[in-house]
């Protein structure tokens, strides 16, 4: 008989925009034991996104989350957000857009968190490019 594996274990980062306006915690496996998404889809690939896949509840602002700009794309399904001062990716919203364990999970960009080394990182590989439709155009 099979032990199931535990969750990983959860702690929060502090994270912020580049320039501060914005800033917030996010309760998220450890970075350095989890490995998290990599996207080479079109805006995760042109913004830098790495992410993880916290809950709504799991994301906690303090300051800044009125004045965060939207862009949306594609299916225009999915809400991309970024501070207007500093142009800093901070999330993805799904919109409950997607099924199962993601159905109320956000995308938060990791190089936004403080006090981490991205080179100790462990990065998996996630198709975006080629599963997101439609495909992206300008």
Same mark, same amino acid.
Not at 28 to 50: D, M, V
Not at 86 to 94: A, E, P, Q, R, T
């Given at each position: ?13 502090? !994270?912020?925009?580049? %320039?501060? !306006? ?5 309760? !998220? ?9 990599? %996207? ?11 992410? +993880? ?5 799991? +994301? +906690? ?21 970024? %501070?207007?001062? %500093? ?19 956000? !995308? ?31």
């Amino acid at each position: 008989m099979t032990t199931p594996t535990p969750p990983p274990k959860k702690i929060w980062y502090e !994270a912020n925009c580049h %320039c501060g !306006a914005v800033r917030y915690k996010v309760l !998220a496996p450890r970075l350095e034991e989890f490995p998290f998404k990599g %996207c080479n889809c079109s805006i995760c690939t042109k913004n830098g996104y790495i992410n +993880v896949y916290p809950k709504r509840d799991e +994301v +906690v602002f303090h300051q800044g989350f009125d004045v965060l700009k939207e862009y949306r794309f594609g299916s225009k399904t999915k809400t991309h957000k970024f %501070c207007p001062e %500093c142009g800093s990716s901070i999330l993805i919203d799904f919109n409950g857009t997607l099924n199962g364990e993601f159905e109320d999970a956000m !995308a938060v960009n990791v190089r936004m968190f403080r006090d981490i080394d991205m080179r100790e990182l462990k990065v998996e590989h996630f198709d975006g490019k080629n599963l997101w439709k439609p495909e992206y155009e300008i």
